[in-house]
């Protein structure tokens, strides 16, 4: 597998927004967004969030590590440091990490009895 | 941040359509269309949308300005300079910006009692 | 507008599928499957549909125009020429066109009575 | 057709997930992960995918095969060698193949009586 990574450094998902009430079993339909985040180099990814919004500077820089040939899915919800990320806020993402990785956005939304679920692949240059 | 610009000046959705009713509470539960746009850049975003129909000339520009580290949700029900877009009916957007941004587009539709949710990032050459 | 096109002459969608039944008041809510083609190019757009299944050969070509400055939203439930898309059947999808375009594919699946919907940005080369 | 393929080679997926149980009539309705691998090239694509997880070493590769100008929907659900991808579980893939194809992934999430649908172009590089 070594030597065969797949990837970019740099990412970005615009349209965040974690919903600000839930309807169905906790935690699995509780209302949340989530990164994928695949690494499948042979280092260990370090990987730096900021956060963007409508009406005050950035948050961050949130630190994430991801073990070589591990993926990891991070729940928005549970990110703390510096800051949480508020809930029915409108907010943006960027990513950047020292070594390729692969960016998945997810968000369940179980606002009303239907849930719904988006997912799509981050924006990458 | 600043130099960490990430994204592109031009971006297309070919699949545009604002639901013609809705069900639910309202305002969240409206059906609609938003733009995210992601302005990562040291410099304020002017952006044009133009509009385009199936049956008429497109509609446009809709001059838009996101703010440096800033991010913008726009609901497409809400643009009304030059005019309104219509419920109901197909459409495409062409985004152009002077600095890069990054936009994804989102669509709630509440017709039935079941709201469905689609996200996907914009299209960029 | 003139002069500002944006997109590209080949695309793919790999997961079609048209969804066998449908829930709801018909036709908005007919289970279908559709693909949005921008031309935002001062030129007529000559589209070529060809359709790939799992067990048999590729059919097609299906023709498509679209006008210069405009958008169309094509069912394809609706293709019938040189022969219809069977429902509950996988296929997929390669469009290529004269002049750039831009491509979405969106399905309604309404085969329980929650719709569900889903809308991706073809694939370009 | 031949001499106009469309694709990539290599192509990967962040945010795997089958869920764990199902509501609705199966098979159509059950939850379950799929694979969309087109083959619009003129020669057998032989394709390699390798799971990566959060805690223990990747799974793989698992072999299939797409004939030329056809297309192929894996459910994920359904791969057994070198073994079964768990349920519950969050996952990534890759997927390399000898020649270009076009790969989209969808789930079906039938956990709570609405079914939630989503699907993305895979990434590639």
Excluded at 86 to 112: C, F
């Amino acid at each position: 597998m070594a030597g065969q990574t797949i990837g970019r450094k740099i990412w970005a998902i615009s349209d965040g927004h974690i919903p600000s009430w839930s309807h169905g079993p906790e935690p699995e339909m509780t209302s949340h967004e989530s990164l994928s985040i695949l690494n499948a180099s042979p280092v260990v990814a370090h990987v730096e969030l900021n956060v963007y919004f409508s009406d005050r500077d950035p948050a961050g820089p949130y630190r994430i590590t991801v073990d070589p040939y591990r993926t990891l899915h991070v729940r928005c919800n549970d990110l703390s440091d510096p800051e949480p990320i508020p809930k029915g806020v409108d907010y943006s993402v960027v990513l950047q990490s020292n070594t390729p990785v692969v960016v998945q956005h997810t968000r369940l939304d179980s606002r009303q009895s239907q849930n719904a679920l988006i997912s799509t692949i981050a924006f990458s240059d």
